[in-house]
């Protein structure tokens, strides 16, 4: 195993456009591609560029379908904090993934055995591309620290670090629920193909740590390292290329 391959980008629209080339080149190759789509201030730049290319007709997105990284629990289906809300005002809508091609985290009844039953869907179908985010305490999804590779889809306590960044995203003074699910560790590690993106001087210690320090479950996303993950990272997140 190569390793990550880590390019660093000047802004982010050249985040964009090269994750965006790297998405295209799944797609076209696997025009029923099952896609993880990270929330997240970082990805939002290449999902517009994704939308753009499908409007100017070079990116056909009609086969593709999508299965969630991670919700919050305890929000009404119309909640504006809901992930999966965001996650269609963002990705699906603008690439026309209609609610049949979508598999949902279950987010009520029995979550053990309901979450078990979603691994071994996703088990089943195969994920042939994660886009990703980076959080602050290295979480990917929810599976917030420690996780590791076997940890599957499950119900997570979310961290204080995590309440608070994403409680930013909401504005000023907002909450976001302290218990989420997420889809488990193994499915990301083992996706055909990971982008990773990561942006932005407030991730520079946990992107290095991440991408060059001790694997272990303390930083989940350091288990990328043991893959072929395609990183995209801004020059305020890496320092001087
Ligand atoms: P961000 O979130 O893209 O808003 O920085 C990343 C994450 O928490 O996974």
Same mark, same amino acid.
Request: charged share 25%; no cysteine; proline share 25%.
């Given at each position: 195993m190569a390793g990550p391959r880590i390019t660093v980008v000047q802004d982010g629209e050249e985040l964009a456009r090269v994750a965006a080339d790297l998405v295209a080149d799944v797609i076209s190759a696997i025009p029923a591609a099952s896609i993880v789509a990270a929330t997240g201030k970082t990805p939002m730049g290449l999902y517009a560029e994704l939308a753009a290319r499908r409007r100017a007709g070079i990116l056909d997105t009609g086969a593709i379908s999508a299965v969630q990284l991670d919700e919050y629990l305890g929000l009404e289906p119309d909640d504006d904090r809901s992930l999966l809300g965001w996650l269609q005002r963002s990705f699906l809508e603008p690439l026309g993934v &209609? /609610? /049949?091609r979508v598999l949902r985290l279950p987010v009520d009844g029995d979550l053990d055995t309901a979450c078990a039953a979603f691994d071994r869907t996703v088990e089943a179908r195969g994920i042939d591309l994660a886009i990703l985010g980076l959080g %602050?305490?290295?979480?990917? &999804?929810?599976?917030? %620290? @420690? !996780? /590791? @590779?076997? !940890? %599957?889809t499950r119900v997570v306590e979310l961290t204080p670090i995590t309440l608070e960044a994403n409680a930013r995203y909401w504005g000023e003074g907002a909450e976001v629920p302290s218990e989420a699910v997420t889809l488990g560790m193994p499915h990301l590690l083992s996706a055909r193909t990971v982008v990773l993106v990561i942006a932005g001087g407030g991730k520079r210690d946990i992107a290095r740590r991440a991408l060059t320090g001790p694997i272990g479950p303390e930083v989940p996303a350091s288990f990328l390292q043991q893959t072929d993950a395609a990183v995209i990272v801004d020059r305020d997140a890496w320092g001087e290329p």
């Open positions: &209609g /609610d /049949d %602050p305490n290295g979480h990917l &999804g929810f599976n917030e %620290p @420690p !996780s /590791d @590779p076997k !940890s %599957p």
